[in-house]
């Protein structure tokens, strides 16, 4: 099979597989030659691959949408990709960061909705003369 694992600024693995291993919302699950056509939302984890001499390969990838195309293509557009030879680094050090920015992104997205509504609450207020025209 081959696999080719991208973010928005590089091609981070382009080579031949034997098995794949990832990580989605309802758990692990593994890719083999001839598997059926897939998609998939990937979740903040490491991918782990068998290459044809036995070489095990790992890259974590931040979210990140996985599909497989006529059992032999397997393709992961991710929006950061780290590509490593130690397991526990990958697994300690970048998914921790990783996660933290997830978080980070969440809590800009709440900050984000909570000052939409104040404006709009405001606005609604002007226009109905209420007590926040003053302020403005």
């Given amino acids: 099979m081959k696999l080719r694992i991208t973010d928005p600024t590089a091609i981070a693995v382009d080579r031949e597989i034997l098995s794949l291993r990832a990580e989605d919302s309802t758990g692990s699950f593994g890719i083999l030659p001839g598997h059926a056509d897939f998609l998939t939302a990937l979740e903040v984890?490491?991918?782990?691959?068998?290459?044809?001499?036995?070489?095990?390969?790992y890259c974590a990838v931040r979210n990140g949408i996985l599909t497989v195309s006529g059992g032999t293509d397997v393709a992961i557009a991710t929006r950061e990709a780290h590509v490593g030879d130690d397991l526990q680094e990958l697994e300690?050090?970048?998914?921790?960061?990783?996660?933290?920015?997830?978080?980070?992104e969440r809590t800009g997205r709440t900050a984000a909705a909570?000052?939409?509504?104040?404006?709009?609450?405001?606005?609604?207020?002007?226009?109905?003369?209420?007590?926040?025209?003053i302020g403005l």
């Fill in 114 to 133: 909570k000052l939409r509504m104040q404006a709009i609450r405001r606005m609604v207020e002007a226009l109905q003369g209420g007590p926040s025209e």
């Fill in 45 to 57: 984890s490491v991918v782990s691959w068998r290459e044809a001499d036995g070489k095990v390969g």
């Fill in 92 to 104: 300690t050090v970048v998914l921790a960061g990783y996660r933290s920015h997830v978080e980070a």
